[in-house]
């Protein structure tokens, strides 16, 4: 099964119908894509920022995060990257901060400056390839209106310092109930689902890492349906993100909801795409 698998890791996703699906990668660490070959994934669909910074000493400044960034957006290879602001809690603890139970952008704009030292070294990443800067946790236009304030801060605050910048794409995670029954109301770029948070919060639990069990309640499925259709009628990407998106029973689930791209691990890369060229959508 692992040989079969490993055949279908050079060519792009498709089911067993022929319908093209995308596969990016998440990072949580730089290491993880060593031993990846980029033309293997369709970029990458998630950066979690909390953990690259978690294992360090201290929380890594601009010019820190910018080296960092920009190995990413190189390896990449002009494949779109889509780095995410930091989202501590739930187990992540940045170095050298107190998140004062705040969690995502939430987070962020209680601690203008740090985000903004992140949004300029994002800015300045944007230089080097194809970025969408992702924001977590949103759960309000409001919140959103705060981070792009923020953001245009960022790049005024780069204009004076006489620094080149690029201009990202600005993504929202999709993780939290309020942030699906607004969908509309928020003005962005494209999603990404966080299936782990999400689940939770519909669901009413605690967030178990990595379970993907709470994933299976129909209520779920319900909420990722919606965001889709909104996505499709507004002509904005999706992406599903969270251990239960590529957990290779669901996998035909997310195809027939209508999920066209799929955010998974290194190690889960091989698994994901044979689970995808599995599934007939043309079948009933
Ligand atoms: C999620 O919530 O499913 C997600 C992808 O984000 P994180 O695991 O970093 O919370
Ligand atoms: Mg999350």
Same mark, same amino acid.
């Given at each position: ?15 067993? +119908?022929? *319908? ?7 990072? +949580? ?8 070959? #980029?033309?293997?994934?369709? %970029?990458? %669909?998630? *950066? !979690? ?20 960034? !920009? ?19 739930? =187990?992540?603890?940045? #170095?050298?901060?107190? +998140? =004062?139970?705040? !969690? ?8 203008? /400056? ?5 949004? $300029?070294? @994002?800015? !300045?990443?944007?230089?080097? =390839? ?6 977590? @946790?949103?759960?309000? #236009? ?14 005024? /605050?780069?204009?004076?310092? %006489?620094?080149?910048? %690029?201009?990202?794409?600005?993504? &929202? &995670? ?33 967030? +178990?890492?990595?379970? #993907? ?8 499925? /319900? ?25 290779? /029973? ?5 195809? $027939?909801? =209508? ?19 599995? *599934? ?5």
């Amino acid at each position: 099964r692992r040989a079969r698998d490993a055949a279908l890791l050079p060519a792009p996703a498709r089911t067993a +119908d022929g *319908v093209p699906v995308r596969v990016s990668l998440s990072v +949580d660490e730089i290491a993880q894509l060593r031993a990846v070959d #980029p033309a293997h994934a369709d %970029g990458i %669909g998630l *950066v !979690r920022t909390e953990a690259m910074f978690m294992t360090r000493a201290s929380t890594p400044g601009e010019e820190g995060q910018l080296a960092l960034y !920009r190995i990413l957006l190189q390896w990449a290879g002009g494949r779109p990257v889509t780095i995410r602001t930091v989202d501590p809690g739930a =187990g992540k603890a940045l #170095p050298g901060v107190a +998140d =004062g139970g705040l !969690r995502g952008v939430a987070f962020g704009l209680a601690n203008p /400056e740090l985000f903004r030292t992140q949004l $300029r070294a @994002m800015l !300045r990443a944007a230089c080097f =390839g194809d970025l969408t800067v992702l924001l977590p @946790m949103l759960e309000s #236009p409001e919140q959103l209106a705060g981070a792009r304030a923020l953001l245009d801060q960022a790049a005024a /605050e780069l204009r004076q310092a %006489g620094r080149s910048f %690029g201009q990202p794409r600005l993504a &929202m &995670m999709v993780e939290t109930r309020p942030a699906v029954e607004r969908i509309a109301e928020f003005a962005v770029d494209a999603y990404a689902v966080g299936l782990g948070d999400l689940a939770a919060a519909v669901l009413g639990q605690a967030r +178990d890492a990595g379970d #993907p069990e709470p994933a299976r309640h129909p209520a779920v499925a /319900e909420h990722v349906r919606r965001v889709l259709e909104h996505a499709r009628s507004a002509g904005k990407p999706v992406s599903l993100c969270g251990a239960a998106a590529v957990e290779p /029973e669901l996998i035909p689930t997310w195809l $027939r909801l =209508g999920v066209r791209e799929f955010c998974a691990p290194a190690p889960a890369l091989a698994a994901t795409k044979a689970a995808i060229a599995a *599934v007939d959508l043309s079948a009933a």
